[in-house]
């Protein structure tokens, strides 16, 4: 127990981690030995997350509340990667692990945004996730600083319903009704010029 | 027989499988044991002995050839009855195909298979399709065509209960048929290496009653699902 929660906590240090560590070696398949994110694997940038957002994530793959929509194509490549988990004292071990690597910002793939647009755009954002786009813990939402064409195709799936209607997926659900209101990828690549104004 | 205690058979043409297999069990297993017995009999028959040289047989000689001609004539004997069985076997499941009551999609893709079946219409490909991940609705009595697909690499759709076996190969649709006898779940697996999830590439295939199908259709056919909500949102 008491190693569950010293794990659970952010602030585990990646040597103190080895069991985070050994896990960790199914994810550089896709993400990378950084985190950095594969887009030939579909897999994004994870690097820059806090452990508490990993993994929730994890834990919805492995519910079913993520990956398991009939167009979800990544997600479920990823979902059974979740599910190779065995434990949650291990999702939490991995996600420290995934959330202790340095955090290097992707390389930008996707061109041709107005920042001055995308920042009013943003407005409707920024209450949670942050006005730099860092995310905010307390309502769960993300930092959007993570691979481009991810954000992109996650903006498409919420839009879709491929993403947040799963019955399991109650804090996704909110991000359907956001992506909604963003017009079309134009106002998307607006918004990523925008928060590439605010990376750190 | 033996086969059925260790892994139920849910299909129509489970118990001819199982049959071929006991078939060429029995077959090949007499066999088996009767050359491992002359094998080991011989070896003690004609263990060495004090001041007896061995002998080099070239085995020309027609009382020598015999121990291979007779058995080898016997086995070819034994092949027509599993060739036998095998093709009708064979043509049954893979050539034949009987008219369907009902024609589904069965997706294969890194790593879940997804299926597609027809809503209240009966027909694929149209707006009340009902699209499933990881679990395929079916009723047992129904005789059903699949069109198998694999969305990127191949895969291999396989339900042991069902003693079906079948190859998804991206770029082709591969029909064949299955009809499910006894209600319960049951496994699905992949049985084509698909790449670094093809371990935990599972599903679950729920054979239903009738009545518990027709209950599942109702809940889940998009128009009907939408209509009812539609119904809940109006009284409110
Ligand atoms: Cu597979």
């Known amino acids: 127990m008491a190693l569950a929660s010293s794990l659970g906590s952010s602030s585990v240090a990646a040597d103190d981690n080895a069991r985070g560590e050994q896990l960790y070696e199914l994810c550089v398949q896709c993400h990378g030995e950084n985190g950095e994110g594969d887009s030939m694997a579909l897999a994004p940038a994870i690097s820059g997350f806090g452990q508490w957002y990993i993994a929730t994530q994890l834990r919805k793959f492995r519910d079913g509340g993520r990956g ?3 167009d979800d194509i990544a997600g479920m490549r990823m979902r059974p990667m979740a599910l190779s988990l065995r434990s949650e004292e291990d999702v939490d071990a991995v996600s420290a692990y995934a959330a202790s690597l340095p955090d290097v910002l ?5 061109e041709g945004g107005d920042p001055a647009k995308g920042q009013a755009g943003y407005a409707a954002c920024s209450g949670c996730h942050g006005a730099d786009g860092y995310g905010n813990e307390m309502v769960g939402a993300p930092s959007l600083h993570t691979s481009d ?11 879709a319903g491929v993403r947040g209607t799963n019955p399991k997926d109650a804090v996704g659900a909110v991000m359907v009704g956001m992506a909604t209101i963003v017009p079309n990828d134009q106002a998307l690549m607006d918004l990523l010029a925008y928060l590439r104004t605010q990376q750190k | 027989m033996i086969i ?10 489970a118990g001819s499988i199982d049959d071929l297999f006991a078939l060429i069990g029995v077959l090949v297993g007499f066999w088996f044991i009767v050359s491992e017995g002359v094998f080991f009999w011989l070896l003690y028959r004609f263990r060495a002995k004090d001041g007896v040289k061995a002998e080099y047989i070239t085995g020309e000689e027609k009382h020598q050839k015999r121990w291979v001609s007779w058995p080898h004539y016997l086995v070819l004997i034994c092949d027509i009855f599993i060739i036998y069985g095998a093709v009708t076997v064979w043509y049954d499941i893979k050539q034949d ?36 991940v990881d679990e395929l609705y079916v009723e047992s009595g129904k005789l059903y065509h699949y069109q198998l697909e694999a969305r990127d690499v191949m895969h291999d759709f396989s339900v042991p209960v069902f003693r079906l076996k079948q190859d998804a190969i991206p770029g082709r649709v591969i029909t064949g048929w299955f009809e499910p006898t006894t209600p319960g779940s049951y496994d699905i697996q992949c049985a084509e290496i698909c790449g670094i999830g093809h371990g935990v590439m599972a599903g679950t295939v729920i054979v239903q009653t009738p009545e518990e199908h027709k209950a599942w259709m109702m809940a889940n056919t998009p128009q009907v699902r939408d209509s009812i909500s539609i119904a809940a949102n109006t009284a409110r």
Not at chain 2, 4 to 13: K, N, R
Not at chain 2, 101 to 128: C, K, N
């Open chain 1, 106 to 110: 992707p390389e930008p793939t996707l």
């Open chain 1, 68 to 70: 398991r929509h009939f």
């Open chain 2, 4 to 13: 059925q205690d260790w892994l139920a058979q849910v299909s129509t043409y």
């Open chain 2, 97 to 132: 195909l009987p008219s369907p009551d009902a024609t589904i999609r069965v997706i294969g893709q890194q790593w879940a298979w997804s299926f597609v079946q027809p809503g209240a219409d009966g027909e694929l490909g149209t707006a009340d399709d009902i699209a499933t």
């Open chain 1, 149 to 159: 064409w991810y954000f992109v195709k996650q903006m498409h799936n919420y839009k």
